[in-house]
């Protein structure tokens, strides 16, 4: 702009006038192209520099858009595979299902509060039911171990050929033995001390039978000593003969009731002579 300055200058002054010396016009514009030289260098030197960072910013650029391509990429590829893998009606359908499933289960809830509360009654009045059959089989069982101890049986009896001694009738010895009948209690006949010992609680039957001989004023009594026995019992059996020898079937039975471990037993008295009992059956049973 400067060189176009100085011609135009000189235009308007005129070659022919000019003043001017050549070597001098000469240094001015050799000056003046070195100064153009040093301001287009600049300039170039600036637009290359901004050419550089021109460059930069769009390979920053173009970086920027590649990532932004490949988002875009991928969010397509994750859009495609969403719309594949979701059905959206079909899970509006399942919440759908889902809520109706819900409110029935409610619904079945209420249902079941309800009959649960009626079968829980029900188990309460079982329970009532159970706990009086249960007083019952008590009372039955209880009924029944009466029974049982009730229909138990003993039958003893002992058994001696002769006695003419006062005194405990035995059965032992020669010609003597006690027979067990049938013994479900624990009843015991001590053939040696001829005492009887009941095993149980109840009423027993006491039976004596033999042969009582006794000659012209002989006497002999028997008497059924122990316990549950009575005064008359004394006299449980009593044979007399006034005239001749008399022989003849003496027998006695009574119900005596005994605690368990209560005791009887048979005593031979004399009254007059010396009579005597043979085929003697002394015999005690449980009813």
Not at 54 to 73: A, P, Y
Not at 134 to 148: C, F, P, Q, R, Y
Not at 193 to 206: P, R
Request: proline share 0%.
């Amino acid at each position: 702009m400067k060189l176009k300055s100085i011609v135009v200058l000189l235009a308007a002054a005129g070659l022919a006038n000019a003043k001017l010396d050549a070597s001098d016009l000469r240094d001015e514009l050799v000056k003046e192209i070195k100064g153009l030289k040093e301001e287009f260098g600049k300039k170039f030197q600036e637009n290359d520099e901004e050419m550089a960072k021109l460059q930069l910013q769009n390979f920053v650029l173009q970086k920027e858009n590649e990532e932004m391509k490949n988002s875009i990429f991928q969010l397509q590829h994750h859009n495609r595979a969403f719309q594949v893998d979701c059905d959206c009606d079909l899970l509006l359908t399942e919440i759908a299902d889902l809520k109706e499933r819900v409110q029935q289960l409610d619904e079945d809830g209420i249902d079941f509060q309800i009959t649960f509360g009626q079968h829980l009654r029900l188990i309460e009045h079982a329970e009532e039911d159970i706990k009086s059959l249960n007083m019952e089989v008590l009372t039955s069982n209880a009924n029944i171990g009466e029974l049982k101890i009730r229909s138990r049986k003993s039958a003893i009896c002992g058994y001696n050929r002769m006695w003419n001694s006062e005194g405990t009738i035995k059965f032992d010895g020669g010609g003597a033995a006690v027979h067990q009948e049938v013994e479900e209690v624990g009843s015991v006949l001590d053939g040696a001390t001829g005492v009887y010992t009941a095993g149980a609680d109840g009423t027993y039957e006491v039976s004596l039978s033999g042969v009582c001989g006794v000659d012209s004023a002989e006497e002999l009594y028997i008497s059924l000593v122990g316990a549950g026995t009575e005064s008359e019992d004394e006299f449980f059996i009593d044979s007399y003969s006034n005239a001749i020898t008399l022989q003849d079937q003496c027998a006695a039975t009574r119900q005596v009731t005994l605690k368990e471990g209560q005791q009887l037993h048979i005593d031979f008295k004399i009254k007059s002579g010396s009579p005597m009992i043979g085929q003697v059956k002394f015999c005690v049973t449980l009813y």
